[in-house]
């Protein structure tokens, strides 16, 4: 039911890539540690990562309201007296939907890469939340997407600069990001569906924070090692 997949192994002792099958049906190279692949909702923990890394550095709290860290112009939705805060994004209980009811792509194979921050901003305009934040676990590709897009706008840059500058260059990901360089894109593994027929790489704009990263393996077990303190990191 693949056409190629790869396992990685850590632990104090040893650290293992296990590859299986093809980069693609086209292309019969092997996929391997290398191999970029789109990890999509994996971003999510590398924001709230962010998150914690400027809360360290005193650059916000984590019962900031997002509102502070948006335009002036933008309301969000509040509920019983209460705002949704940075760490009710990264937890998942703002209140928002998994999607904006407003999601309609004009592209279903790239669906993300039309949304932009206007349409976000107008849709927390427009929302009423069913319950007030804080109050219970929802799943929420735009709450993180949110929390992405507010702590670049702190950081006074991109997501993927913001990204890059807060957690790969320290823990060395050379591989990893949003914006692929021509050699990255030259490891990229073509997607498939559950038919095994080949897919579009995804897109996306003010909500990468959801889903926007690709990664390898080697990459990844360098921040697994550092998340289990199997070694010293700058984080």
């Not at 990685?8 to 590859?19: H, I, K, Q």
């Not at 984590?62 to 940075?86: E, W, Y």
């Not at 990229?188 to 990468?208: E, H, I, K, M, V």
Request: with cysteine; net charge neutral; proline share 7%.
């Amino acid at each position: 039911k693949a056409v190629g997949i790869v396992v990685a192994t850590v632990s104090p002792d040893l650290r293992e890539v296990t590859p299986y099958g093809a980069i693609s049906r086209d292309r019969p190279d092997t996929v391997n540690g290398d191999t970029v692949f789109e990890i999509g909702s994996i971003t999510k923990v590398f924001t709230s990562l962010i998150l914690a890394d400027m809360v360290v550095h005193g650059e916000v709290k984590l019962d900031t309201p997002v509102a502070q860290l948006l335009p002036s112009s933008v309301r969000v939705p509040q509920r019983d007296g209460k705002q949704i805060t940075l760490l009710d994004l990264a937890m998942h209980v703002s209140g928002l939907p998994r999607m904006p009811s407003d999601f309609k792509p004009a592209d279903m194979e790239n669906p993300f890469a039309g949304f932009d921050a206007p349409q976000l901003y107008a849709f927390l305009a427009a929302y009423k939340l069913p319950r007030a934040p804080g109050a219970q676990y929802e799943y929420s590709n735009l709450g993180a997407g949110l929390l992405g897009n507010a702590l670049a706008r702190k950081a006074g840059m991109s997501f993927s600069e913001l990204l890059r500058i807060r957690i790969l260059d320290p823990l060395g990901m050379t591989s990893t990001g949003i914006s692929l360089s021509e050699d990255q894109k030259r490891r990229l593994a073509t997607g498939y569906d559950s038919s095994l027929q080949p897919t579009r790489n995804w897109d996306f704009d003010c909500l990468a924070g959801a889903g926007a990263r690709r990664s390898t393996a080697n990459d990844l077990l360098k921040f697994l090692a550092a998340a289990l303190e199997l070694n010293t990191t700058p984080l």
